[in-house]
């Protein structure tokens, strides 16, 4: 099933030829699909303006085949990201870090798939020393299996060791890979982070030579199903991002289900966003479930997710899919857990069914690309990026600005200690 096959160009050659970062090349020697740097996405958003794309969490198959089916129609480029809870060591999803490229390479490949696709380990959660010392083995072992960026969220920790945690894993980064960090964990109207608090740490990475390529914020946001249509503060938002204006950083959106399309479209149009999380949603379309136009999954009056009947998979699967949730005391947002167990069980029906999963997630995704991101036709200007720099490393978007003196760690602790620490209640939000 080739889709874009007609659409390669002298230029997507070249880009295939010195785009692909080293571990690609080194994974996929003979592959044709343009994997790259998560660098090369945000420029590509940047060089548009006024646009992000997706970050589509692939936790299962039939997201990730949708995602990129939809991108080529889009002719924009993409992210397919996990997070550590849904991918990691302890992960509820059969998709995880160490196998999403091989899928998406055999998927592109399958599908001749052109746009340019950057593999994310999102959410990469430290929430202790333990995750510091586990992390320096891990995360090279993840780029070893084909990750091209990572988010170091570290934002669970007070401020000073949020910062010095992304301090002492940066090192085992690739300079060329796509780097976003967090500041205040992602929790809704508790504990919103502030412009005082994102400049401690993107100051503080300055300082040392680190420039992330994007910052996420506990912006209002949560992650999940929605009970409410509360969401994004985009002024918030625009005002963190306009503080951090000099040091070059572009937003990273989490949370993106549950927002409505106009307040989407404002963070793609007045914030620095260039990176929207998208992850809940994809994952209830695939199934079939009924959501509504901003992805929030409906309920019906006994407060049970409504199943449509003839999308995602078939009634008897969702049927023993509920079940087995009722067995294990699984409800609203725990859905999440069934992935897992339900992996091979979905990928063992008819052909027809499997494709009614990923279509719908194809649509919806190409909706959220050319109607609220902005992102179509970036595909281009992702491949443009490629030959300007004449590599896979685009390099730093900024430069160092601060003085590393005044970012030593006894000063830090110095620092942070004048910060505000009301960070709201604490949460289980890593994904």
Same mark, same amino acid.
């Given at each position: ?306 199943? #449509?009947?003839?999308? &995602?998979? @078939?009634? *008897?699967?969702?049927? /023993?899919?509920?079940?087995? !949730?009722? %067995?294990?005391? +699984? ?40 109607? #609220?991101?902005?992102? &179509?036709? @970036?595909? *281009?200007?992702?491949? /443009?990026?490629?030959?300007? !720099?004449? %590599?896979?490393? +685009? ?37």
């Amino acid at each position: 099933m080739s889709l874009g096959r007609d659409k390669v160009t002298p230029e997507f050659q070249k880009a295939l030829d010195t785009g692909r970062p080293p571990n690609i090349v080194e994974l996929f020697p003979n592959s044709r699909a343009l994997i790259v740097s998560g660098k090369v996405i945000d420029r590509a958003m940047i060089k548009k303006g006024k646009a992000m794309t997706i970050a589509a969490n692939g936790r299962n198959y039939f997201v990730i085949r949708g995602a990129l089916r939809a991108a080529q129609r889009a002719n924009a480029a993409i992210i397919i990201e996990i997070a550590k809870s849904e991918g990691g060591a302890s992960a509820y999803c059969a998709v995880n870090y160490w196998n999403m490229a091989r899928q998406v390479d055999a998927l592109m490949n399958e599908m001749g798939i052109t746009i340019p696709v950057a593999i994310h380990a999102d959410h990469y959660g430290i929430k202790g020393e333990g995750d510091v010392e586990a992390a320096k083995t891990e995360i090279p072992s993840m780029f070893d299996a084909g990750i091209t960026s990572i988010a170091i969220d570290a934002s669970h920790l007070p401020d000073e060791e949020n910062l010095l945690a992304n301090l002492t894993l940066n090192p085992h980064i690739p300079r060329w890979a796509g780097y976003e960090t967090e500041v205040g964990e992602i929790k809704g109207k508790e504990g919103l982070s502030t412009p005082e608090e994102a400049l401690f740490l993107i100051q503080g990475l300055n300082a040392h030579g680190i420039f992330p390529d994007w910052i996420a914020l506990n912006n209002g946001t949560t992650h999940g199903i929605e009970a409410s249509d509360a969401g994004i503060q985009v002024q918030l938002t625009a005002e963190i991002h306009q503080a951090l204006a000099p040091y070059h950083i572009s937003g990273a959106q989490h949370g993106t289900s549950g927002n409505n399309s106009e307040r989407l479209r404002k963070i793609a149009g007045t914030t620095r966003t260039t990176k929207a999380n998208v992850a809940t949603a994809l994952q209830m379309i695939s199934w079939g479930v009924k959501v509504n136009e901003f992805g929030n999954a409906l309920l019906d009056d006994n407060g049970e997710f409504v199943k #449509v009947s003839e999308e &995602g998979m @078939t009634n *008897p699967m969702w049927e /023993e899919m509920v079940a087995y !949730a009722k %067995s294990q005391g +699984l409800k609203g947002g725990n859905y999440k857990k069934l992935n897992l167990p339900f992996e091979n069980r979905l990928l063992g029906l008819p052909r027809q069914i499997r494709e009614r999963m990923s279509k719908g997630v194809e649509d919806f995704v190409y909706e959220l690309l050319m109607d #609220v991101f902005n992102a &179509g036709d @970036t595909a *281009p200007l992702a491949v /443009e990026a490629i030959l300007e !720099a004449g %590599s896979h490393d +685009l390099g730093p978007k900024g430069k160092k600005i601060e003085d590393p003196a005044q970012w030593t760690e006894e000063k830090i602790h110095e620092r942070a200690s004048l910060l505000n620490r009301d960070r709201g209640q604490g949460g289980d939000f890593d994904d």
